[in-house]
């Protein structure tokens, strides 16, 4: 059978199967990349409606939308939605796209792999989305899944506990086949200190993968044995202590927030120089403040319990710990500006939400640094002070993120240019409503509101109420991005091999649009 001479196939797929069996035997790091951008938005969309529900019922005091119990599961099951099934697929999406084309390489190295590390990732999520229809519905312990909580609720706590297991054994298989793809199969000339950023941070992210999620799967193992098999790792009356899992979840979970912080770091590396028409300031100082972001990420993850009881020192190590981490991301974070300083700007969608991610995450990453002090911390833990700074994180640091980069590689992917115009709206509206929803939960957090609660006191109203509109007019934004995405596929004027002039990766300077089927067919040498 052969693809290559037929020209139809080498801009498509291979033509074996057609329709639905195309996408799910596909073993092509282009379609899996696909996939994972559209599942990522499906997923975006649930998480999303979860967040609606949510914010409805907190829209004014003595509302009863839900019920307290199932308000809770909605909690539950949007944190994990958007960091499992929403924001880490985005971003293993555009590794998949990338990095094959940024290294020249014909596709990943373990073909097959790659579409079963994706094909666990509908069952995982649907594991966590039935808990829901479990007699007690899903867990009501948050996305944390803290011990004692977990050991009482029902069965739908060991489907999520399962859903977890496939959910990180998926993430181990794409990063081992990420590492060896990166490895093995650069393109002669394609040294390590050549690579665009984009695949370093990915290298570093996919090591960070292999690391913790066996950790993070250990975490929920042990609260299955606890629950089913007798057990009492978190459990004070057997001689166990439930302080213990907050220490191994969270071991795991702060290293997570730099896995979904880096690609998106990664991203926004190779948008800024492309329209600043000029090669990134500083690369060596960017590969190894990445490196440096990923290394002391491993030892901070006490400061998410500073309330525990630990020992004064313990606070201070974390702390100073905690404070470090801004030194490289400063660093990132000051070449970036200096790429921008004195070049050839221009602000096309990509680099709007480029833009808006320098802003907003500098923003989350000084609340972050506010929350680090362990005497403010004590003050504010689990206030919505910590909601509004871990949302800039997620949202306007890794999703504006991710949205410059749909907008920017688009035409690549698609062959295909999106409606300027309609970007540069989807851009304001974002921009805007994140910021009404999110902003003013810093002074509900510093007025003492808690988080994770259904109800609260009337001296917060009017926040709440600015909060809650601005969740459904960022909705109605995203409602507009689908529709751009569609129009492009649909009407979009075909894109040219090079539609951003300052773009100087190889998928830009060496492959045509569309992408043939196996991208690099001989690799191109780099000079
Ligand atoms: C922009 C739309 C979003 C809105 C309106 C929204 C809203 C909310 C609300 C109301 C809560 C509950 C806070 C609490 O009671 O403690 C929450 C929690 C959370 N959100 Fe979002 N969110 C959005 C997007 C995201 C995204 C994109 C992510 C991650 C990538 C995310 C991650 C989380 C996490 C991890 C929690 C904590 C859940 C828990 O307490 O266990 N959110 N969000
Ligand atoms: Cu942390």
Not at 82 to 103: C, D, E, K, S, T
Not at 160 to 175: A, C, E, K
Not at 266 to 282: E, L, N, T, W, Y
Request: hydrophobic share 55%; aromatic share 16%; charged share 10%.
């Amino acid at each position: 059978m052969s693809a290559v001479a037929n020209p139809e196939h080498t801009a498509g797929h291979d033509g074996r199967y057609g329709g639905a069996l195309r996408w799910i035997t596909t073993t092509n790091h282009k379609d899996i990349g696909t996939l994972y951008l559209w599942f990522s938005f499906i997923m975006f969309a649930v998480g999303g409606i979860a967040a609606l529900v949510i914010r409805a019922e907190l829209f004014s005091p003595g509302l009863q939308i839900v019920a307290p119990d199932f308000y809770n599961q909605l909690v539950t099951l949007h944190g994990l939605i958007m960091i499992f099934g929403a924001i880490m697929p985005a971003f293993v999406g555009f590794a998949n796209w990338q990095i094959p084309m940024m290294i020249g390489a014909p596709d990943m190295a373990f073909a097959r792999l790659n579409n079963w590390s994706f094909w666990l990732l509908p069952f995982a999520t649907s594991l966590i989305l039935l808990s829901m229809l479990t007699p007690g519905g899903a867990p009501q312990t948050g996305w944390t899944l803290y011990a004692p909580l977990t050991v009482q609720m029902g069965i739908g706590m060991d489907l999520t506990i399962f859903g977890v297991h496939l959910l990180g054994l998926s993430s181990i298989l794409g990063s081992i086949n990420i590492i060896t793809t990166i490895l093995n199969m650069r393109a002669p000339g394609m040294t390590p200190m050549r690579m665009p950023l984009f695949c370093w941070t990915w290298l570093v992210t996919a090591y960070m993968l292999v690391a913790v999620m066996p950790v993070l799967a250990g975490a929920v193992t042990m609260t299955l044995t606890d629950r089913h098999f007798g057990t009492t790792f978190f459990n004070a009356a057997g001689g166990g202590d439930p302080v213990l899992y907050q220490h191994i979840f969270w071991f795991f979970g702060h290293p997570e927030v730099y896995i979904i912080a880096l690609p998106a770091f990664g991203v926004i590396s190779q948008v800024i120089p492309a329209f600043s028409r000029k090669p990134i300031f500083g690369y060596t100082a960017m590969v190894y403040a990445t490196a440096a972001i990923a290394i002391i990420s491993f030892i901070v993850w006490a400061h998410h319990m500073y309330t525990v009881g630990m020992p004064v020192t313990g606070q201070l190590f974390f702390m100073y710990a905690t404070m470090l981490v801004a030194v490289p991301t400063g660093v990132k974070v000051f070449n970036w500006v200096a790429t921008m300083w004195r070049g050839s700007l221009s602000f096309e969608t990509p680099m709007l939400f480029a833009c808006g991610f320098l802003f907003m995450f500098v923003l989350g990453g000084f609340s972050g640094l506010v929350l680090s002090l362990v005497p403010v911390d004590i003050q504010l833990q689990d206030t919505y002070y910590v909601v509004a700074h871990f949302h800039y994180v997620m949202v306007a640091g890794a999703l504006f993120a991710a949205f410059a980069g749909i907008y920017f590689w688009l035409p690549k992917w698609t062959g295909r240019m999106y409606d300027e115009q309609l970007g540069k709206i989807h851009f304001w509206l974002t921009m805007i409503f994140f910021n009404m929803i999110f902003f003013v939960q810093h002074f509900l957090g510093l007025a003492g509101m808690p988080r994770r609660i259904p109800d609260y006191a009337l001296m917060f109203e009017t926040w709440n109420k600015i909060s809650t509109i601005g969740a459904f007019g960022m909705g109605l934004a995203q409602v507009l991005f689908l529709y751009i995405v569609l129009k492009t596929l649909r009407r979009g004027e075909p894109a040219p091999q090079r539609p951003w002039e300052g773009a100087d990766s190889l998928e830009w300077t060496h492959l045509p649009t569309p992408v043939p089927h196996h991208t690099f067919q001989t690799p191109p040498v780099i000079e």
